[in-house]
């Protein structure tokens, strides 16, 4: 498929496109998160 045929490769593009899209979700949900846990004063 795609000339792709090492099992490996598409395992590695796999969980390269679910990292992404599980950042995407993240920053999306903590866009507007107004919390100062991290701040150093």
Do not use: H, R, T
């Amino acid at each position: 498929m795609l000339g792709i045929d090492d099992p490996q490769i598409w395992l590695a593009y796999i969980l390269c496109f679910i990292s992404a899209i599980g950042c995407i979700i993240y920053g999306a949900l903590k866009w507007n998160d107004d919390s100062d846990d991290g701040e150093v004063n």
